[in-house]
């Protein structure tokens, strides 16, 4: 199990909600098979541990439900013998908690294989002498809760029997073609044998976005995970505020980041943590690091870890020395209230894209009353004039990854808000060395970013232990330097 991660059950829990969603989904597939696909919904979304529905004999000589698979995630080279440490694919992980390379199958269609099906390493002392403990077969049954379990070796055998009894599948499309190529095969196989089995070509369906469904709704215990994963990237980057001198280095604050989020519990950081001093700011994704922290810059940084399988994601920007400089102030105080007024308006029913038009407004009249921008704020928006200065959305879903999965448009709209969602909000605006603004505007970036639940009532922001007024940066500043 993930460390600091759900518990047995809240796994089992997930894989049910995914179960009765394939039944579902299988009963549209096989409409034409007389009944026995319709009837699966109800009887599998209500078994516990995924066992077997016992109606296998009804579905003899037809096909029906359906299958999820989602292929063992390759293990990546970092150099010579030396491997990158081991990140399961996301979906896999959200469904068992199982961090070893592996494949899985979630099956209702009703034969006698059903279930959950772990497809693992099986156990080996000489390997495991060498690359430390597995779980083995054994393991995924007795710990992760798998009805089934077989060796990786044996995954397609495995997925061409289930895929036999099937009417759709649903496959998570891996990023090596060579796995895509095998899987289109087997589909292909599975139905050269239909005309004389009976039962109506596979439907293949990506699995990405039915599962997306449900990680984009959080779970209590995804929520009370996202909660500490927030507390405990705030309070790093609070500890930063508390110790950065000038002088030192990016990457010293990086460091002290790194140090932070493990000692308390964190797996890591959760994305390539951005400590970016003066104009380099201005560059969006930027993780060099290497530069010398000047006293009169700003330093923007943005860090979070990832504890229990779940992601932080937040941005402060704070004087490197004891204050901010008037034009520094002038467009922080923007950023600042471009982003309040954006968390603002977080609640269920409001759409993610009205989230980012209030920031935009807001940032906009900023950018015309500091008068980097001419005309009125309606043109300057009309024509996004803002554009040179704001180039990204404000916000996007966050989870177990840091950009988590989630549609964000439906139905030709954008998606609206609702309890259990959770997206960063985080307005910027940046100006970089060369910008035709006024020269004391020119080298700064600023980007301030919050993670913030959708509850009934409104909104929750996880992460807002992380100090972002002006005075209370400036306080702790100055502490800092005074030591
Ligand atoms: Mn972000």
Known sequence: MTPHGPDPEAYAQRRRAVRADLAAGAA????????????????NAGTSGGAATGNGASNAGTCSGAVLFLPESPELIFSNDVHFAYRPETNLRYLTGFEEPAALLLTAHGS??????????????QS???????????????????????????????????????????????????????????????NAERPRRGGDPLVVAEAGPMLAEHRLRKRPEEIALMRTAGQLSAMAHRRLMETLRPGDREYQAQA???????YHGCAGPAYGTICAG??????????????????????????????????ADITRTFPVGAAFS?????????????????????RPGVTIEEVHKACVRVLTQGLLDLGTLDGSLDECIEKAKYSPFYMHNTSHWLGMDVHDAGTYRRDGASQRLEPGMVLTVEPGLYLR?????????????????????????????????????????????RAALAR
């Open 28 to 43: 549209g597939a096989s409409s034409g098979t007389a009944g026995t696909g319709a009837s699966s919904p109800g009887t």
């Open 112 to 125: 006698e294989e059903d279930g959950f099906t772990l497809c693992v390493k099986p156990r080996d002392e």
């Open 278 to 311: 003066g104009a380099n700011a201005t560059v969006l994704h930027y993780t060099r690091n290497d530069d010398v922290l000047r006293d009169h810059d700003l330093l923007l940084v943005d860090a979070g870890g990832e504890y229990g399988g779940y992601c």
């Open 128 to 190: 495991e002498t060498w690359t430390g403990r597995r779980v083995g077969l054994d393991g995924a049954k007795e710990i992760y809760g798998a009805d089934h379990a077989y060796a990786l070796e044996q995954t397609y055998e495995v997925l061409l029997r289930h895929l036999r009894h099937a009417a759709k599948l649903y496959y998570g499309h891996s990023r090596d073609p060579a796995v895509n190529q095998k899987v289109l095969e087997l589909v292909h196989q599975a």
């Open 433 to 477: 060395a060369d910008a035709p603004v006024a020269i004391e505007f020119r080298g700064i970036g600023i980007r301030i970013e919050d993670d913030v639940l959708v509850t009934e009532a409104g909104a929750e922001v996880l992460t807002q232990a992380a100090p972002k007024q002006r005075a209370e940066l400036e306080t702790l500043r």
């Open 326 to 346: 008037k034009p520094q102030a002038g467009l922080y105080d923007c950023v600042l209230a471009a982003q309040l007024a954006a968390i603002d308006l977080v």
């Open 256 to 262: 002290l980041l790194d140090y932070e989020f493990r």
